[in-house]
């Protein structure tokens, strides 16, 4: 018997143009420059005979394999995704793709950029739409206090700016 696993949750389909963009630019590099080249590695390594104990052979019909699931991954990404190009009318609210800078209860000031699931980067600070931080904001305007569970205990936030990428 399997283990019981919940259903998951979808993501929201929003993404931004630039997320769009890349996804664009990684489908067709896998499509149109990796898949090709791996199937010729994979024609070559065929032709040498045995291929039970052919390194080539099986490393390149593994690969061939994630191509497809990330190609397949993408496909129906982009075609699911609704683009987010404009800023929203009322710019003092946050919402999706907006930068909102906070202010925790220690005076520790830090941004974040709320952005679909396929463009989070910890590095950047831009967090998925479907956070439990990124929830709370949103429809907050500017001096507004946010309460949010964390691990670590109940975070208060105070929003200090909104802006939208122009």
């Known amino acids: ?3 019981y696993r919940p259903p998951k949750i979808n993501s929201a389909p929003y993404i931004t143009a630039d997320g769009a963009k890349s996804l664009r630019s990684e489908l067709y590099d896998l499509w149109k ?3 090709p080249k791996v199937t010729q590695v994979v024609h070559e390594a ?3 005979g045995d291929r039970s104990e052919n390194g080539d052979y099986i490393y390149g019909k593994r690969r061939l394999r994630e191509i497809d699931r990330r190609v ?4 129906k990404r982009i075609e699911a995704a609704t683009v987010v190009e404009k800023p ?3 710019p003092s609210r946050v919402f999706f793709a907006a930068f909102v ?12 950029r709320l952005v679909g699931a396929d463009e989070i980067d910890p ?8 956070s439990p931080i ?11 206090v946010v309460k949010t569970d964390t691990p670590a205990g109940t975070r208060e936030l105070t929003i200090l700016n909104i802006r939208y990428k122009q």
């Open 1 to 3: 018997m399997s283990r």
């Open 33 to 35: 420059i990796e898949r």
């Open 46 to 48: 065929a032709k040498n």
């Open 72 to 75: 397949r991954y993408l496909t």
């Open 88 to 90: 929203p009318s009322d």
């Open 101 to 112: 800078t906070l202010e925790n209860l220690a005076g520790e000031k830090f941004e974040y």
């Open 123 to 130: 590095q950047k600070n831009w967090i998925s739409i479907d």
């Open 134 to 144: 990124a929830r709370v904001l949103m429809g907050k305007k500017i001096n507004d």
